[in-house]
Antibody
Framework: EVQLLESGGGLVQPGGSLRLSCAAS????????MSWVRQAPGKGLEWVST????????YYAASVKGRFTISRDNSKNTMYLEMNSLRADDTAVYYC??????????????WGQGTIVTVSS | DIQLTQSPSSLSASVGDRVTITCRAS??????LAWFQQKPGKAPKSLIY???SLHSGVPSKFSGSGSGTDFTLTISSLQPEDSATYYC?????????FGGGTKVEIK
């Protein structure tokens, strides 16, 4: 069974840092690009970041560029999101999702269950 | 950035009704459009990719069409379990973007 399991969410003060993880199983992790998508309370879905299969290329939404860093470890079947300088508007459920292939022109397939990040003093 | 406009933002329909949701892109995206279903408190579920191809295991009552800038998601016969919010998303280019969502309720 294909599974994505996020972890690392929690309560953090404004300006603080947090590291999210997404553990993958049931598919060939090294054949899939991986992404983070977030959803603020009561709001819609917002793409955050994508890392390509090898990890050599990364893409970010303007709202997080320079503050968040996406990475992956194919030996551990795990993707990460390092979040720094957190702001109240980063409060959201963070989902990871996989996408086959090497180009942007492939759709998300499987989603994790999400991890909650709350930025508040 | 490519903007996606979904309409309507919400709808209420009866069991057995045919329901259609539209998604309009601010510029041409070929067929690089996906649809997702999200139930309250749950993760999104992938329904359709390539504008019209169903993901494995998705019931055939769901269908998608369109290319370029105008797309539709149709539920042929609405059932209680279809009550959810539906999102379109383009993967033509970065930044990836989502529509604002359509909340489907059962009368």
């Amino acid at each position: 069974e294909v599974q994505l399991l996020e972890s690392g969410g929690g309560l953090v003060q404004p300006g603080g840092s947090l590291r999210l993880s997404c553990a993958a199983s049931g598919f060939t992790f090294s054949s899939y690009a991986m992404s983070w998508v977030r959803q603020a309370p009561g709001k819609g879905l917002e793409w955050v970041s994508t890392v390509t299969i090898s990890g050599s290329n990364t893409y970010y939404a303007a709202s997080v560029k320079g503050r968040f860093t996406i990475s992956r470890d194919n030996s551990k079947n795990t993707m990460y999101l390092e979040m720094n300088s957190l702001r109240a508007d980063d409060t959201a459920v963070y989902y990871c999702a996989n996408r086959p292939g090497t180009t942007v022109n492939n759709a998300f397939e499987v989603w994790g269950q999400g991890t909650i990040v709350t930025v508040s003093s | 950035d490519i903007q996606l406009t979904q309409s309507p933002s919400s709808l209420s329909a009866s069991v057995g009704d045919r329901v259609t949701i539209t998604c309009r892109a601010s510029q041409g995206i070929s067929s690089y459009l996906a649809w997702f279903q999200q139930k309250p408190g749950k993760a999104p579920k992938s329904l359709i990719y390539g504008a019209s191809s169903l993901h494995s295991g998705v019931p055939s009552k769901f269908s998608g069409s369109g290319s370029g800038t105008d797309f539709t998601l149709t539920i042929s016969s609405l059932q209680p379990e279809d009550s959810a919010t539906y999102y379109c998303q383009q993967y033509n280019s970065y930044p990836l973007t989502f529509g604002g969502g359509t909340k489907v309720e059962i009368k």
